[in-house]
């Protein structure tokens, strides 16, 4: 048996730590052995539906309390486990339905396992010819025991962002989650007796699926887990919990956090919340600004936030999950550079005065990674030389499943190329400046989109998080951007003509390049991942 599964079988038969699922309204507890003993059901209706080791399972469920036994049961058969993204009440169900049919066919899918609020989407699966099953009607089996599985099979089949017409899956082993959950169990140090996590994150998402649901599955640590819906309902929910269950541990992205200090300061009265407990918040999945942990810091402190547990990260699907952290306790550390020499030299050079750049160090390699930075002519840079990061070591995935059939996502030494522009300091830690696709070129100057958007975002009437800068004429001589934005008073011709004004002040003030065009929009328009990352190449549409 592979060291995934005896492990975590293992952990579920002694462990009397759980899983609280159902809040706010419905709270109810399942030890990790209940939930054992759910996915040993399971797994007897996946063998009845013809289950077996080595297939694929893809599962569309919302909840929780559903997922986690789900998963197990299917781990429990030697098969994969594959979340689906979700429909919205915006979604087209048709359009989702061919485009999940895609992805199915990708798989090869076996069957797809539904659970709520998901129910009315399953006639239009099994209409196609899908093997549906019902995840309530599973439990109703007779108990099974885990077949026997090994550390090369696959665990999950994890979908990119956007995984749309052209599904790509990333290929997680039991051997990429033993070695990657290992990892952030030591660099996190965590005590499975006095730990308990907080999570919001969507279950369709690697972070929220693999770091905080299976690890903590796999380990038997206390988990607080609400669904995202939960969480947007109530953005103070998140706080309620962390001091509702003296929570220790949590994660969010850079968006998620900038959010939180906006609801603290206006719902949320001095020392309403007790949040000294949380030793550990994670902030990752995207780049991570310094102001917004500063702004956090300073609207949790009066609820006892320390700043020392804030822990920017580093990671992705294609590490299992994460590539790198601080040290625990170290809070976040801000590396300073020469802007000028970042954009024209591409070297991170420490600097204090006149035009800088504050990036947020993300840690060493976590164990089992090595990380080096090459430039465009595929050389290896000293510290400090700005080019793509590349990863390797046991956590990386092999590769992805695809129309085409299998991709490699290493080379034939066993690097990985990120896709992600960045270098590494005098002490190794990993520091990201941006997506090389999404880098802007005018002038010889490299620009990054995250400096645009965060210079846009200042401008008072412009959505947290809906600011997107979108690259023009990539690769001419008349290279340059546009800025899209969105504003609830969009309809408003004197406050648009405002707004335009003022971000196109904020971003030549930032980046010394004034953008083509900058448009205002609605909310909701600016296309984004089933996790909430910006599509900036998805946005060219709407500011052409």
Known sequence: MSQFTETMLSNAQWSMKGMVTGEPDAPMRHTWAEVHARASRIAGGLAAAGVGHGDAVAVLAGYPVDIAPTAQGIWIRGASVTMLHQPTPRTDLMRWAEETMAVLETIDAKAVVVGEPFLPAAPLLTERGIRVVIASELLKADPVRAVTSYDDDLALMQLTSGSTGSPKAVRITHANVVSNAEAMFAGAEVDVESDVIVSWLPCFHDMGMTGFLTVPMYFGVELIKMTPMDFLRDNLLWVKLIDKYRGTMTAAPNFAYKLLAKRLRSLASPGQFDLSSLRWALSGAEQVDPADVEDLCAAGAPHGLRAEAILPAYGMAETTVAASFSACGAGMTVDEIDADLLAVLHRAVPATRGNTRRLVTLG????????????????????????????????????????????????????????????????????????????????????????????????????????????????????????????????????????????IHEVVVEVNARPRNVVVLAPGVIPKTPSGKLRRAHALALVT
Request: charged fraction near 25%.
């Open 364 to 503: 060493p390699p976590l164990n089992g990674l090595e990380a080096r930075i090459l430039d465009e002519d595929g050389a290896v840079l000293p510290a400090r030389g700005v080019g793509v990061i590349h990863l390797r070591g046991d956590p990386v995935t092999p590769g992805y499943t695809t129309v085409a059939g299998f991709i490699s996502a290493q080379d034939d030494q066993g690097w990985y190329d990120t896709g992600d522009l960045g270098y590494l300091t005098e002490n190794h830690d990993i520091v990201v400046c941006g997506r090389l696709k999404d880098v802007i070129i005018m002038a010889g100057r490299n620009i990054y989109p995250t400096d645009i958007e965060r210079a846009a975002a200042r401008v008072d009437g412009v959505r947290p998080g809906c600011a997107v800068a979108v690259r023009l004429d990539a690769g001419h001589s008349r290279e340059s951007f546009a800025v899209a934005v969105e504003c609830k008073n969009f309809d408003d011709h004197d406050e648009v003509r405002r707004i335009e004004h003022q971000v």
